[in-house]
């Protein structure tokens, strides 16, 4: 109730609709709903930071992501996670199994629907997306999973990134194979520059036709490797040799993906809907590669934090190769 006071006091103090509300913080139904009772239906649109998490909790997750048709109309390739397959298991059990082990993206999902239903009753006229984000990367990410495998990489073949054998994952593409080939994750990312971008161009642009009140689009890179190959890319954006060594284990020390979901996200909405092109994964490491070369400088006590989340052997090497120290000064980007 006190967010929502604050909320419609400065919606009052504007003295007009907000023409984008862009939430990155609502983190279940009640934000949401905290946050319509404050607007009171006074915007535009609401675009609503979700998470492809929400994906985990689905009736496709329940039935163990076994193969099955496009959700997104493209015919006989291969499957893959369109905006439609977020459905809920109509079975109780099942989605409480989900919710148990996915709390993150079911508490998500749960927040698209408030603002689905709150939408629909009380914001006539308003229009609500949510942004289905996979895991996020760019300058100044503050979880420096990227800046770690950075580190990684400059660290040395002693001690190699490791990837995971496809082969012991808990949920495998197929049943069964005939063969010891490897069946790998797909990585899905999204550039952090991507998504600021994408909300402002909100700003200019009218709903597609036919869109829902309240639609869901992934946002993401178009290019979606395994992991081994996106250490590949991180490596020739850095400049260093390419493919670099690295480790196969069943159970890898590894920062990215966050999820383990055996099929890649669906880009076409936002590619043909939307009318929207990501930034090519490659651009997007060099980017980020030339961000970390330096932040070793300028923000030392971060790229010390990134290269303490890896192994003892890797951690020192990397610290040497980047001239850190363990003492860094009080320089942050925090």
């Avoid at 006091?9 to 907000?18: D, Q």
């Avoid at 495998?149 to 496809?166: I, K, M, R, S």
């Avoid at 949920?171 to 069964?176: A, D, G, V």
């Avoid at 081994?228 to 670099?244: I, Q, V």
């Amino acid at each position: 109730e006190g967010f929502a006071r604050l909320l419609d006091e400065a919606t009052r103090r504007l003295g007009s609709r907000w023409d984008l509300v862009a939430d990155f913080s609502a983190y279940n139904g009640r934000d949401i709903r905290a946050a319509l009772a404050g607007l009171r239906g006074r915007f535009g649109r609401y675009a609503y930071i979700s998470s492809d998490s929400v994906y985990e909790v689905s009736a496709w997750a329940g039935d163990g992501w076994l193969p099955r048709r496009r959700a997104d109309g493209a015919g006989e390739e291969e499957p893959c996670v369109a905006e439609a397959d977020s459905a809920r298991p109509a079975d109780k059990a099942t989605q409480r199994r989900l919710r148990k082990a996915e709390d993150y993206g079911d508490r998500k999902l749960e927040a698209e629907e408030a603002l689905a239903a709150g939408l629909a009753e009380h914001a006539a006229g308003s229009r609500g997306i949510a942004l289905r984000l996979p895991d996020v990367i760019g300058p100044f990410d503050d979880t420096f999973r990227l800046m770690a495998y950075w580190h990684w990489l400059h660290a040395g073949p002693e001690e190699p990134p490791q990837v995971p054998d496809a082969r012991a994952a808990k949920r495998p593409r197929l049943e069964k194979k005939e063969t010891d080939v490897e069946d790998p994750v797909p990585l899905s990312v999204v550039f952090s520059q991507d998504v600021a971008r994408f909300i402002v161009a909100l700003l200019d642009t009218d709903a597609p036709k036919d869109a829902p009140l309240c639609d869901a689009v992934n946002l993401a890179c178009e290019q979606q490797p395994d992991l081994r190959a996106f250490l590949g890319l991180l490596a020739t954006a850095a400049r260093l040799p390419a493919p670099p060594k690295v480790v196969t284990k069943a159970r890898p020390k590894t920062f990215l993906p966050s999820v383990d979901r055996p099929w890649s996200l669906s880009c076409r909405r936002m590619l043909e809907v939307y009318r929207f092109a990501p930034t090519p994964l490659p651009e997007v490491l060099r980017c980020c590669a030339d961000w970390f070369e330096k932040a070793c400088t300028e923000f030392p006590r971060d790229a010390l934090r990134a290269a303490m989340k890896l192994p003892p052997g890797a951690r020192k090497q990397a610290i040497q190769s980047a001239g850190l120290t363990c003492t860094p000064s009080s320089s942050s980007s925090s």
